[in-house]
Protein backbone atom coordinates (compact mmCIF):
# COMPACT_ATOMS: atom_id res chain seq x y z
CA UNK A 1 0.00 0.00 0.00
CA UNK A 2 1.36 3.43 -0.38
CA UNK A 3 0.59 4.49 2.78
CA UNK A 4 3.15 1.49 4.15
CA UNK A 5 0.46 0.58 6.54
CA UNK A 6 -1.93 -2.00 7.41
CA UNK A 7 -5.85 -2.10 7.65
CA UNK A 8 -6.64 -3.51 11.42
CA UNK A 9 -9.94 -1.44 11.67
CA UNK A 10 -13.19 0.64 10.07
CA UNK A 11 -15.61 3.10 10.61
CA UNK A 12 -19.50 3.32 9.41
CA UNK A 13 -20.19 6.09 7.23
CA UNK A 14 -23.19 7.92 6.41
CA UNK A 15 -24.47 8.71 2.87
CA UNK A 16 -27.22 10.48 2.31
CA UNK A 17 -29.45 10.28 -1.19
CA UNK A 18 -27.83 6.79 -1.44
CA UNK A 19 -28.41 4.21 1.40
CA UNK A 20 -32.13 3.84 3.07
CA UNK A 21 -32.81 4.16 6.77
CA UNK A 22 -31.29 0.77 8.21
CA UNK A 23 -28.49 0.99 5.17
CA UNK A 24 -25.24 0.79 6.02
CA UNK A 25 -21.28 1.37 4.83
CA UNK A 26 -18.30 -0.13 6.32
CA UNK A 27 -15.14 1.89 5.95
CA UNK A 28 -11.91 0.91 6.54
CA UNK A 29 -9.62 3.15 9.01
CA UNK A 30 -6.04 2.77 10.89
CA UNK A 31 -4.57 3.03 14.26
CA UNK A 32 -1.21 4.36 14.68
CA UNK A 33 1.51 3.81 17.94
CA UNK A 34 3.94 6.52 18.60
CA UNK A 35 6.00 7.77 21.65
CA UNK A 36 4.48 10.32 24.24
CA UNK A 37 7.34 12.57 23.79
CA UNK A 38 7.02 12.38 20.16
CA UNK A 39 3.64 13.43 19.42
CA UNK A 40 2.61 16.53 17.41
CA UNK A 41 0.01 18.68 18.15
CA UNK A 42 -1.30 21.83 19.90
CA UNK A 43 1.05 22.28 22.52
CA UNK A 44 3.74 22.71 19.95
CA UNK A 45 2.77 25.18 17.57
CA UNK A 46 4.31 29.05 18.36
CA UNK A 47 3.74 32.09 16.71
CA UNK A 48 5.32 32.81 13.37
CA UNK A 49 4.73 28.92 12.57
CA UNK A 50 4.13 28.19 8.91
CA UNK A 51 1.69 26.37 7.09
CA UNK A 52 2.62 24.16 4.17
CA UNK A 53 -0.12 23.36 2.31
CA UNK A 54 0.09 20.05 0.00
CA UNK A 55 -1.97 19.46 -3.26
CA UNK A 56 -5.55 17.77 -3.41
CA UNK A 57 -5.67 15.62 -6.49
CA UNK A 58 -9.49 16.14 -6.51
CA UNK A 59 -12.37 16.05 -4.24
CA UNK A 60 -10.92 13.00 -2.09
CA UNK A 61 -14.06 11.54 -1.07
CA UNK A 62 -15.74 14.51 0.56
CA UNK A 63 -18.42 15.99 -0.15
CA UNK A 64 -20.25 13.86 -2.24
CA UNK A 65 -23.35 13.90 -1.13
CA UNK A 66 -23.43 17.98 -2.49
CA UNK A 67 -21.50 17.44 -5.10
CA UNK A 68 -24.59 14.56 -6.60
CA UNK A 69 -26.89 17.04 -5.48
CA UNK A 70 -25.74 19.54 -7.35
CA UNK A 71 -23.94 18.27 -10.39
CA UNK A 72 -26.77 15.08 -11.07
CA UNK A 73 -29.63 16.20 -9.44
CA UNK A 74 -29.61 19.83 -9.89
CA UNK A 75 -27.39 20.59 -13.28
CA UNK A 76 -28.56 17.68 -15.06
CA UNK A 77 -24.85 16.46 -15.52
CA UNK A 78 -24.38 12.70 -16.54
CA UNK A 79 -21.30 11.06 -15.28
CA UNK A 80 -20.32 9.87 -19.12
CA UNK A 81 -20.66 13.36 -20.19
CA UNK A 82 -16.67 14.45 -21.48
CA UNK A 83 -15.98 18.12 -19.36
CA UNK A 84 -12.91 19.69 -21.55
CA UNK A 85 -11.84 21.28 -18.15
CA UNK A 86 -10.97 17.84 -16.58
CA UNK A 87 -10.03 16.42 -20.34
CA UNK A 88 -12.05 12.85 -19.53
CA UNK A 89 -15.37 12.69 -18.48
CA UNK A 90 -17.51 13.70 -15.13
CA UNK A 91 -17.54 10.41 -13.79
CA UNK A 92 -13.83 9.77 -14.55
CA UNK A 93 -13.08 13.15 -12.65
CA UNK A 94 -15.14 11.90 -9.14
CA UNK A 95 -13.45 8.55 -9.21
CA UNK A 96 -9.64 10.41 -8.93
CA UNK A 97 -7.95 8.43 -6.28
CA UNK A 98 -7.53 10.32 -2.65
CA UNK A 99 -3.82 11.33 -2.69
CA UNK A 100 -2.11 9.54 0.05
CA UNK A 101 0.42 11.67 2.38
CA UNK A 102 1.94 9.34 4.52
CA UNK A 103 5.31 8.89 2.75
CA UNK A 104 5.52 12.66 2.26
CA UNK A 105 4.33 13.81 5.91
CA UNK A 106 6.66 11.10 7.39
CA UNK A 107 9.69 11.78 5.34
CA UNK A 108 9.00 15.38 6.50
CA UNK A 109 9.25 14.64 10.48
CA UNK A 110 12.93 12.95 9.98
CA UNK A 111 14.53 15.84 8.09
CA UNK A 112 12.79 19.29 10.09
CA UNK A 113 11.00 20.01 13.24
CA UNK A 114 7.20 19.36 12.55
CA UNK A 115 4.42 21.07 15.17
CA UNK A 116 1.66 19.90 13.30
CA UNK A 117 -0.19 18.01 10.55
CA UNK A 118 -3.81 18.52 9.48
CA UNK A 119 -5.67 16.46 7.60
CA UNK A 120 -8.06 18.35 5.26
CA UNK A 121 -11.12 16.14 4.97
CA UNK A 122 -15.34 16.67 5.66
CA UNK A 123 -15.73 19.98 6.57
CA UNK A 124 -13.26 21.77 4.67
CA UNK A 125 -9.36 23.33 5.41
CA UNK A 126 -10.65 25.91 8.18
CA UNK A 127 -12.72 23.48 10.48
CA UNK A 128 -9.90 20.80 10.62
CA UNK A 129 -6.79 23.46 10.50
CA UNK A 130 -8.36 25.19 13.49
CA UNK A 131 -8.21 21.80 15.64
CA UNK A 132 -5.16 22.13 15.86
CA UNK A 133 -4.51 25.73 16.89
CA UNK A 134 -4.12 26.31 20.50
CA UNK A 135 -6.02 28.99 22.15
CA UNK A 136 -4.32 32.71 22.24
CA UNK A 137 -3.23 31.62 18.36
CA UNK A 138 -4.75 31.79 15.02
CA UNK A 139 -4.17 29.94 11.79
CA UNK A 140 -4.16 32.25 9.14
CA UNK A 141 -4.54 30.58 5.42
CA UNK A 142 -3.95 33.01 2.04
CA UNK A 143 -6.17 31.99 -0.49
CA UNK A 144 -4.19 33.94 -3.22
CA UNK A 145 -1.71 31.25 -2.79
CA UNK A 146 -3.10 28.72 -5.17
CA UNK A 147 -5.83 28.02 -7.23
CA UNK A 148 -8.42 25.31 -6.85
CA UNK A 149 -9.02 22.20 -9.35
CA UNK A 150 -11.38 22.87 -11.99
CA UNK A 151 -13.44 20.59 -10.55
CA UNK A 152 -14.45 22.73 -7.66
CA UNK A 153 -14.95 25.88 -9.98
CA UNK A 154 -17.68 23.39 -11.74
CA UNK A 155 -19.52 22.59 -8.67
CA UNK A 156 -19.83 25.98 -7.53
CA UNK A 157 -20.70 27.62 -10.25
CA UNK A 158 -22.98 24.23 -12.17
CA UNK A 159 -24.65 23.85 -8.51
CA UNK A 160 -24.86 27.75 -7.61
CA UNK A 161 -22.99 27.17 -4.72
CA UNK A 162 -21.68 30.31 -2.74
CA UNK A 163 -17.60 30.30 -1.98
CA UNK A 164 -17.98 29.90 1.30
CA UNK A 165 -20.41 26.91 1.24
CA UNK A 166 -18.08 24.98 -0.88
CA UNK A 167 -14.98 25.53 1.90
CA UNK A 168 -16.85 24.74 4.53
CA UNK A 169 -17.79 20.95 2.65
CA UNK A 170 -14.85 20.85 0.08
CA UNK A 171 -11.07 20.42 0.48
CA UNK A 172 -10.86 22.97 -2.41
CA UNK A 173 -7.70 21.96 -3.59
CA UNK A 174 -5.48 21.81 -0.24
CA UNK A 175 -5.40 17.71 1.26
CA UNK A 176 -3.45 18.22 4.28
CA UNK A 177 -1.35 21.15 6.08
CA UNK A 178 1.99 20.64 7.81
CA UNK A 179 2.93 23.65 10.26
CA UNK A 180 6.45 23.98 10.88
CA UNK A 181 9.07 26.73 12.11
CA UNK A 182 9.69 29.26 9.45
CA UNK A 183 13.25 28.86 9.56
CA UNK A 184 12.24 24.82 8.35
CA UNK A 185 10.35 25.81 5.39
CA UNK A 186 13.09 25.57 2.62
CA UNK A 187 13.67 21.82 3.69
CA UNK A 188 10.42 20.70 4.29
CA UNK A 189 9.60 22.13 0.26
CA UNK A 190 12.34 20.16 -1.06
CA UNK A 191 11.81 16.99 1.35
CA UNK A 192 8.37 17.09 -0.24
CA UNK A 193 9.16 17.87 -3.78
CA UNK A 194 11.41 14.77 -3.82
CA UNK A 195 8.54 12.59 -3.40
CA UNK A 196 6.12 13.93 -5.66
CA UNK A 197 3.80 16.45 -3.06
CA UNK A 198 2.92 19.54 -4.50
CA UNK A 199 3.72 21.96 -1.52
CA UNK A 200 3.58 25.32 -0.59
CA UNK A 201 3.41 27.84 2.10
CA UNK A 202 0.15 28.96 2.53
CA UNK A 203 -0.10 30.60 5.40
CA UNK A 204 1.02 31.27 9.07
CA UNK A 205 0.29 31.02 12.83
CA UNK A 206 -0.43 34.45 14.26
CA UNK A 207 -1.57 35.64 17.50
CA UNK A 208 -5.51 35.40 18.27
CA UNK A 209 -5.96 38.85 18.59
CA UNK A 210 -9.30 40.15 17.62
CA UNK A 211 -9.95 36.66 15.67
CA UNK A 212 -12.95 34.77 17.45
CA UNK A 213 -11.53 31.37 15.74
CA UNK A 214 -8.57 29.35 15.72
CA UNK A 215 -8.11 29.64 11.61
CA UNK A 216 -9.49 31.71 8.93
CA UNK A 217 -8.96 32.45 5.45
CA UNK A 218 -8.20 35.61 3.49
CA UNK A 219 -7.68 36.90 0.09
CA UNK A 220 -9.19 35.96 -3.01
CA UNK A 221 -8.17 32.98 -5.32
CA UNK A 222 -6.61 33.51 -8.33
CA UNK A 223 -8.36 33.77 -11.36
Known sequence: MPAGCALVGGETAEHPGLLGPDGFDVAGAGTGVVEADRLLG?????TGDALIAMAATGLHSHGYSLVRHVLLERA???LEQRVEEFGRTLGEELLEP?????PGCLA?????????????TGGGLVANLARVV???LHARVDRTTWAPGAVFDLVGTAGRV???ELEKTLNTGVGMIAVVPAESVGVALTTLADRGVEAWVAGEITER??????AALTGAHPA
Not at 42 to 46: C, E, G, S, V
Open 162 to 164: ERP
Open 42 to 46: ADRIR
Open 134 to 136: PDG
Open 209 to 214: GGHTAG
Open 98 to 102: TKIYS
Open 76 to 78: GRR
Open 108 to 120: LTRTVEVHAFSHI
